[in-house]
């Protein structure tokens, strides 16, 4: 068996990208979990992330466990918004670096923490260089992180921050605008990033339309993330359309 990052791959290779569903687990009744997830799947979502900035509640290992026997061999990744977000039950875990701030703590701090965790549960690792993009008004992971975003208006502080996490050996990049973002990352700079890298090119933060989502792929971005739209459950019926504009293949 491959492993969880060759399977991402694959699914780029197959489809020109991949539909990722993010499920914040404070978002996400547990009882509706298994429905949603076979939902989400028969309407072509590849991947599924879990994560979120904070955890109100105490059961993320049950959670993590639900999403993977409902999500059978889609994979399932982990994408902590902190060390309290890690379970055995996942495929892998984004290990993350916010390569975008200066903050010592979310460049290295937090991955020392978590590594002896990480070894204990197992877990397959997939590095990533993390980057906060401007959008507008002031996001949580913006707020959180402490952390200034690269302005929207600078793609070449976006490429060069990428170019360094593929020469420092990550395996993925990921161009954030925030959960539930007021404007998304900006094509011109996706553009910039997937001209220049090799390494898979994940972008999200703000996307609530097919339309928006099919411009991402055409930039370049070849993992979608669709978190906060797909909270409502009145907008579940859209996803075969998210699903149709993000497989251009
Ligand atoms: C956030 O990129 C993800 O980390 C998804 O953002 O919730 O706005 O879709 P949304």
Redesign the pocket.
Known sequence: MGTTLSRLKEIIQQKGAGFVL?LDPDKSSLPQLPDTIHQAIEAGVDVFFLGGSFLFQNNFDTFVQTVKQAAGDHPVILFPGSIYQLSAHADAVLYLSLISSRNPEHLIGTQVLAAPLVWKLGLETISCGYMIIESGKLTSAQFLSNSSPIPRNKPDIALAHALAAQYLGMQTVYL?S????ELTVPEEMIQQIAQHIRIPLIV????RSPETAAAKVQAGAQLV?????FEKSDHIHLMREFASAIHQK
Do not use: Q, Y
């Open positions: 993010l954030e925030g959960s539930g973002a999200g933060g703000g996307i993330v669709v978190g906060n739209f």
